[in-house]
């Protein structure tokens, strides 16, 4: 497995409390992305990062924050939690664009009560 | 904008039994194809891509721009093909990659 470490693994937090969730990579690639994962919905992009500091919205950013200080970690971060974004979180990372091999993290299972 | 659709929520099939799981896209440039694979407690992981043609686990996809199609097949059907697969298309250089809804594959002994 690439070396991709999401904290925590699971979390539960009460509406309108902020939420960060950490992806720390190993592998010095330079893309970085933050999906969730529903049922019905597959996967869909929150945000995504392709070098330290340069970061752009995905699909379903509204209500979601990402930062990223340092090649290796990307955080996202849920300003003030709903229970919409109940749901299981996956980073993943790649060495190039999109269209190369994506590795992914174990996902962060978040409930929103 | 691009958009993967994958029309069926669940298939089951019989032990031995052919394996064909669909995908469409929409995409008005060159698409980048892929199906990714989540097996019982582990991570998503790439099965395969179109660009590199290969078969993976006796699996194989074929892209057909003109119905614009990707799915995926497998003749003979095995317990430990059982899993969630995910269609997947991104666009040449581009840094998005959107993925269907998934199937969950279910193989019955």
């Known amino acids: 497995d690439a070396g991709i470490t999401q904290s925590p693994r699971h979390k539960v937090t009460e509406t309108g409390t902020p939420v960060t969730l950490r992806c720390h990579q190993t592998?010095?690639?330079?893309?970085m992305y933050w999906y969730r994962q529903d049922p019905g919905h597959g996967l869909r992009l929150i945000h995504y990062?392709?070098?330290?500091?340069?970061?752009d919205k995905g699909e379903v950013s509204d209500g979601y924050s990402v930062s990223r200080s340092k090649t290796e970690d990307f955080l996202l971060t849920l300003e003030s939690a709903t229970s919409s974004q109940t749901s299981v979180y996956f980073c993943?990372?790649?060495?190039?664009?999109?269209?190369?091999?994506?590795?992914f993290g174990s996902g962060t299972q978040l409930s929103v009560l | 904008a691009q958009r993967v659709t994958q029309p069926e929520k669940l298939l089951s099939v019989f032990k031995g039994a052919p394996v064909e799981l669909k995908c469409n896209y929409s995409?008005?440039?060159?698409?980048?194809l892929f199906w990714y694979v989540q097996y019982s407690r582990q991570r998503l992981q790439l099965l395969l891509r179109?660009?590199s043609r290969e078969s993976i686990k006796g699996f194989t996809a074929d892209l057909n721009k003109g119905e614009t199609s990707f799915h995926l097949k497998k003749p003979f059907a095995q317990e430990e093909d059982s899993a969630m697969y995910y269609c997947?298309?991104?666009?040449?250089?581009?840094?998005?990659?959107?993925f269907g809804t998934g199937t969950k594959l279910q193989v019955i002994p």
């Open positions: 993943a990372i790649s060495e190039e664009t999109g269209n190369e091999k994506l590795f």
């Open positions: 592998e010095n690639h330079r893309y």
């Open positions: 990062s392709y070098g330290v500091k340069d970061t």
């Open positions: 995409y008005s440039g060159s698409p980048e």
């Open positions: 179109h660009i």
């Open positions: 997947a298309l991104s666009g040449l250089g581009y840094q998005k990659v959107t």
